[in-house]
């Protein structure tokens, strides 16, 4: 026995046999500065529980919430030519994409999704703004004009949550030209009567603000949310002058006409259900209601009376 078995060996063994500690289990929110722990804000979905701020959220999840039993079958989306410019700056283009695509696992910002939100066939476009900040170049117009063909097929409303940081630079009037062509995706869902529900997330500016998104049937916002085209502080040096408190956020332009409503996410997929439902003429969802003697009677649409007992 020597100091080699003694010490040396138990203390390889410790440091080799160590497990690693995540260190993601807690998460920091960026409003109230409070520690939330993994799970709690995932279930949560990505709210924080102590301040109600909306942290940013990946499609998938959203969906996971948004669909009936959060199944959802994925939206083919077209093949788009990567770097139609051959463009570079401080890197090339194609080793932004790389990268982007490499830390989100997805190929481009959006993510379409079909599936059934309080029972109708809905589809639905969210962009991740972990993707180059959701900046919207051509494969998002791409994504927009699927789903919205989608949509038409299925005769079925469209929603797209918005979350970007305006036109993708590296793309150049290439991407200035997904503007008219996302709003010619909307007039297309509107000509076969079908709705279109505009759902805000934070940030949504530039050209995303001015095609698209602002062209809802209902608009409808996650609260504190930047909307706009130009953001505050270019305005302020621009007219030189101060800004309203909230100036361009979801309850600003909610109380000035431009939204139809700010909703908690929390709440957010059983608010969209009752506008899909009522622009599709549909009766309210139906719902389990109490019956005589304490049973319970199924199918009974949601506001109406349950039927009288055969008992006199």
Known sequence: MNWITNYVRPKLGT????RETPDNLWVKCGECSQMVFHRELAEAQQVCPYCSHHMGIVPEERFARLFDD????????PDTLADPLGFRD??????????????TARDDAVLIGKGKISGVVCVAAASDFKFMGGSMGMAVGNAVLAAAKAAVAAKAPLIIFSAAGGARMQEGILS????PRTTIAVQMVREAGLPYVSVFTHPTTGGVTASYAMLGDVQISEPNALICFAGPRVIEQTIREKLPEGFQRAEYLLEHGMLDMVVDRR?????????????????????????????????????AEPPKSDKA
């Not at 440091?15 to 160590?18: A, E, K």
């Not at 959060?70 to 989306?77: A, H, I, L, T």
């Not at 080793?95 to 982007?100: E, H, S, T, Y």
């Open 176 to 179: 200035l030209m997904q503007m």
């Open 90 to 103: 401080e890197k090339r283009y194609t080793d932004r994409l790389k990268d982007a695509r490499r830390n």
């Open 15 to 18: 440091l080799l046999n160590r």
């Open 70 to 77: 959060g199944e959802f079958e994925v939206v083919e989306q």
């Open 267 to 303: 709440k957010l997929a059983g608010e969209i259900g009752k506008v899909v439902r009522l622009l599709m003429r549909l009766p309210a969802e139906a719902q389990a209601l109490p019956g005589p003697d304490g049973k319970t009677l199924s199918g009974i649409v949601e506001g």
